[in-house]
């Protein structure tokens, strides 16, 4: 059976993106125009892949089972006819990142803008999510993790800073109002903010000093999803009504203009930073071949 490809397309950006509007703003394309190219697929498949209401519209069994084998597959076509991008000066198309909040934040924006300026043509979209994923069958060409988050089978390359810290901090006020932490167990004495995984998973306390680490599980009157909620952490931690647990480098603001005050800092955990991530089983894509290359370029004149 020959089934056009732009029709498989549409039911994809469909169904990952649970409507057809949201679907077009995903593709590009209009909802009319993607509505007619899922009913010409279900039309000569002779099976309802989604169910539409007016609400949502959800993959049927056959669609998901479509949906889990079409991803991969499409992605390695796209691949497969990106080789041609690589006799052009400029390589042109689209990039998926799928990354961590933290890396959105910390990371990229010492890459991204100059990669654009130097690839004008390429499309680049970052789609934040702090859960354990499978880049290849959410449709993304790559992701960004930390070492102890790499899936398995997967070419990593370091990008960003390679040593980073977790630090401790409060506002100067709730400190003079509640004393000042001089060992890690003393946490469990205060009110901490506190952030939560989308597994349910509590993120964890860990502290390092002369070799040994120790880890503390202390409550607090805030907790927060880890990524999306944590600005909203960070201001409670400002506004003085706790400790916060976090990145250095998205503390360090708020530490060197005085807002926030370290806590603990010869306690805090040094660990390695990010990698790039993608599939070494696929072709790689001409614009994921040019931004490797450009973090690889970015991290040697950094060092």
């Not at 990371?107 to 130097?118: E, N, Q, T, Y």
């Not at 952030?195 to 202390?218: H, K």
């Not at 990010?274 to 070494?280: D, K, N, Q, R, V």
């Amino acid at each position: 059976m020959k089934v056009d490809l732009g029709n498989l397309n549409a039911f994809l950006a469909v169904a990952r993106a649970g409507g057809f509007r949201e679907g077009a703003r995903a593709s590009g394309s209009s909802a009319s125009a993607l509505s007619e190219a899922v009913r010409r697929l279900e039309a000569q498949l002779g099976v309802r892949l989604l169910n539409r209401t007016t609400r949502s519209v959800v993959p049927t069994e056959a669609g998901e089972g479509l949906l889990q084998r079409l991803g991969p597959a499409l992605s390695e076509v796209e691949a497969a006819l990106d080789v041609v991008n690589g006799f052009r000066d400029k390589p042109t198309g689209s990039l998926r990142l799928n990354v961590p909040v933290s890396a959105a934040r910390l990371v990229l924006p010492r890459i991204i803008p100059s990669f654009l300026a130097a690839y004008p043509d390429i499309r680049l979209e970052v789609i934040t999510d702090d859960s354990f994923v499978d880049v290849v069958a959410a449709g993304c060409d790559a992701g960004i993790r930390y070492d102890d988050r790499l899936e398995q089978d997967m070419i990593a390359v370091p990008i960003g800073p390679r040593i980073q810290r977790f630090a401790t901090a409060a506002s100067p006020a709730y400190l003079d109002r509640q004393g000042r932490p001089q060992h890690p167990r003393e946490l469990l004495g205060h009110a901490c903010l506190r952030s939560r995984f989308s597994s349910g998973v509590m993120t964890p306390w860990e502290f390092e000093r002369d070799g040994s680490t120790l880890r503390v599980d202390p409550t607090g009157p805030l907790l927060v999803r880890a990524g999306g909620g944590t600005d909203l952490a960070v201001e409670a931690a400002l506004a003085g009504t706790g400790i916060i647990y976090l990145f250095e480098d998205w503390l360090r603001p708020h530490l060197d203009s005085g807002g926030l005050e370290p806590v603990l800092e010869p306690w805090w955990l040094p660990f390695s930073g990010p990698f790039l991530y993608y599939s070494g089983r696929h072709l790689v894509p001409a614009p994921l071949r040019a931004f490797i290359d450009f973090v690889k370029i970015s991290a040697t004149s950094s060092a």
